[in-house]
């Protein structure tokens, strides 16, 4: 995950895991020399004229070889949830929810279904599901007060 300064861009990559060196205590070793951009994959990549609010709730789906596909959360006046699928050079971003309440955690992800707390008021929060590939999805999985934490 990459992000500027003014946290005004943001930007998911890949790197080849064979750019990286293991030291003996475990740690990873700075590299001096500069990647070259033909092994850098930008997955994401977002702008904003004020600033990024980062989330590091991101969860990877099984992927086939040469395909990275993932669900993760991001605001944009309300955080919501998206899912990305790259690969090779064709990248497909869908918004899995929308409205005027916000995602606050993304729980489990599976093949086929999300999993989610989202607050709809200041005093509840709710679980909900969405399916990934026609993106129906369901409250009242679980009621909860706000400050009763599920999972």
Not at 15 to 34: I, K, R, V
Request: negative net charge; proline residues 4%.
């Amino acid at each position: 995950m990459l992000l500027d300064r003014p946290q005004q861009k943001f930007s998911l990559i890949t790197l080849p895991l064979e750019y990286f060196t293991e030291m003996s205590n475990g740690t990873m070793e700075e590299e001096d020399e500069a990647l070259p951009s033909s092994v850098i994959t930008t997955l994401v990549s977002k702008t904003s004229d004020t600033w990024i609010n980062v989330s590091e709730d991101i969860r990877f789906l099984s992927s086939e070889e040469g395909v990275v596909d993932f669900v993760y959360l991001h605001e944009v006046k309300h955080n919501h949830l998206y899912r990305v699928t790259c690969s090779g050079s064709d990248t497909t971003e869908t918004k899995l929810t929308d409205g005027e309440w916000s995602v606050t955690s993304l729980l489990a992800v599976t093949p086929t279904t999300v999993y989610f707390h989202a607050q709809l008021n200041p005093i509840q929060q709710h679980l909900f599901k969405v399916e990934l590939e026609n993106r129906e999805w369901f409250s009242n999985l679980l009621l909860m007060a706000s400050s009763t934490p599920v999972l």
